[in-house]
């Protein structure tokens, strides 16, 4: 069974930073050849991509984190990060990764509070 456990998260004031991460179990690194992406959820709405990676490279965030937030991955640690900056108070939410064309199970997310 393929384990995803996101951490990191936390208490922040705005304008704060937290680095997530994501550690992906039962694969090899081989399994970072694919997209990846890093979800937020928040009461009463679905789950939000909020960044992701992508073929050659690259990555793509949305408008409401670009800019601050940026993906990353670590094939010696098979992991996925999730490093955030300049914090607002309405990117509170619980944050999840996952591939993002064949999605695994999820995790058990990691709970991010910013505070105005």
């Known amino acids: 069974q393929v384990h995803l456990m996101e951490s990191g998260g936390g208490l922040v004031q705005a304008g704060g930073s937290l680095k997530l991460s994501c550690a992906i179990s039962q694969f090899t690194s081989e399994i970072l050849n694919w997209d990846w992406g890093w979800y937020r959820q928040t009461p009463g709405k679905q789950r939000e991509l909020v960044a992701n990676?992508?073929?050659?490279?690259?990555?793509y965030y949305s408008d409401s984190v670009k800019g601050r937030f940026t993906i990353a991955t670590d094939s010696v640690k098979t992991m996925v990060y999730l490093e955030m900056d300049s914090l607002k108070p309405e990117d509170t939410g619980v944050y999840y990764c996952?591939?993002?064309?064949?999605?695994?199970?999820w995790g058990q997310g990691t709970q991010v509070t910013v505070s105005s």
């Open positions: 990676t992508a073929s050659g490279g690259k990555t």
């Open positions: 996952n591939m993002l064309h064949w999605p695994l199970s």
